[in-house]
């Protein structure tokens, strides 16, 4: 159930937020550019980590549970380009990262489309 897995992915990034704010509060330098560069990666590979989540038996079924996570990660992509851009909005940042966004949803779209083995984390 792909809704299943987007909530888990969405509520560890809640929980990866949360500390990020913590940290920063605390002025705990070390641990919120750990959580930040995590919050960066879990946005990037939004898609391909619902797909593992969700652990569905069908090609069909992960790739449609990789499209419903871009649309979810496209904003979250916007937010990490405003929080780069030292909280104002930096068309090269927003470019950047919804580019690569895009890109890796695109490559599990298009690898979870055919029929030979992907190799992406074991996917069938």
Not at 51 to 70: D, F, H, K, Q, Y
Not at 74 to 102: H, K, Q, R, T
Request: glycine share 8%.
């Amino acid at each position: 159930m792909p809704w299943k897995a987007l909530v888990v992915n969405l509520g560890a990034f809640a929980v990866l937020f949360a500390l990020h704010v913590v940290a920063a509060s605390l002025e705990w330098d070390m641990l919120f550019r750990l959580v930040a560069c995590s919050i960066t990666f879990q946005i990037f590979l939004f898609g391909p980590l619902t797909v593992w989540i969700e652990n569905a038996p069908s090609r069909l079924e992960r790739r449609r549970t990789n499209g419903m996570a871009t649309f979810v990660a496209l904003p979250l992509a916007l937010a990490l380009a405003w929080a780069y851009g030292g909280m104002s909005w930096n068309p090269y940042a927003v470019g950047v990262f919804v580019g690569i966004i895009l890109s890796i949803h695109g490559w599990m779209h298009v690898a979870l489309a055919s029929d030979a083995p992907s190799g992406v984390g074991g996917l069938k």
